[in-house]
């Protein structure tokens, strides 16, 4: 049976080991006038200004966007699924799952077996929806014991994108290149 196609960027699914997962999140802040849309599920960094900006591949990670807010131009406070491009405002605070034994659920931009279990793979990014905040990253489909952006643990249990060797297969991974587990900084 065919895998769905249907991206969602990464989603939270538990711990490694046997850590409670409580869903919590960090504030970060976002420059104000900041280019490129962030979308809830998608990796950010951080950069040397103390703020974040959605990550692209081969880049060490901060974690998963989970929206944000802001105060608009009419002085109401803004709560968003997503951060869109140049939002002007110096109070963007963006809610971040930046902790490094978090598990997230994420399509994989091409076709998975077992094999890949334990290897590692890059982002593969394509922009979300502005309608709907969600991501459409997908982890891509080139594995290798080398060093990447995450680690593959395993593979969804959804009935809809769990059949291995078919394209769109759901893979359980955990950020292996992650900001607060690295030596150097921004």
Do not use: W
Request: glycine fraction near 10%; include cysteine.
């Amino acid at each position: 049976m065919a895998n769905k196609d249907a991206p969602f960027g990464f989603r939270a699914v538990g711990k490694v080991g046997s850590s409670v997962a409580n869903g919590g999140t960090t504030e970060y802040s976002i420059a104000t006038g900041a280019t490129g849309d962030i979308f809830s599920g998608d990796p950010v960094k951080m950069l040397s200004t103390g703020t974040i900006l959605v990550a692209g591949a081969a880049t060490t990670l901060l974690g998963i966007f989970r929206g944000c807010k802001f105060t608009d131009s009419a002085g109401d406070t803004i709560f968003s699924s997503y951060f869109p491009t140049t939002t002007a405002s110096d109070d963007i605070v963006a809610f971040i799952d930046d902790d490094p034994n978090t598990l997230f659920e994420v399509q994989c931009a091409g076709s998975l077996a077992q094999t890949a279990v334990g290897n590692n793979a890059e982002l593969s990014y394509t922009a979300g929806s502005t309608k709907t905040g969600m991501s459409a990253a997908e982890l891509s489909a080139t594995t290798a014991a080398t060093t990447a952006q995450f680690r593959i643990v395993g593979f969804s249990s959804d009935p809809a994108n769990n059949t291995l060797g078919s394209a769109n297969v759901n893979a359980i991974v955990y950020i292996n290149e992650h900001f607060y587990t690295t030596v150097t900084g921004v």
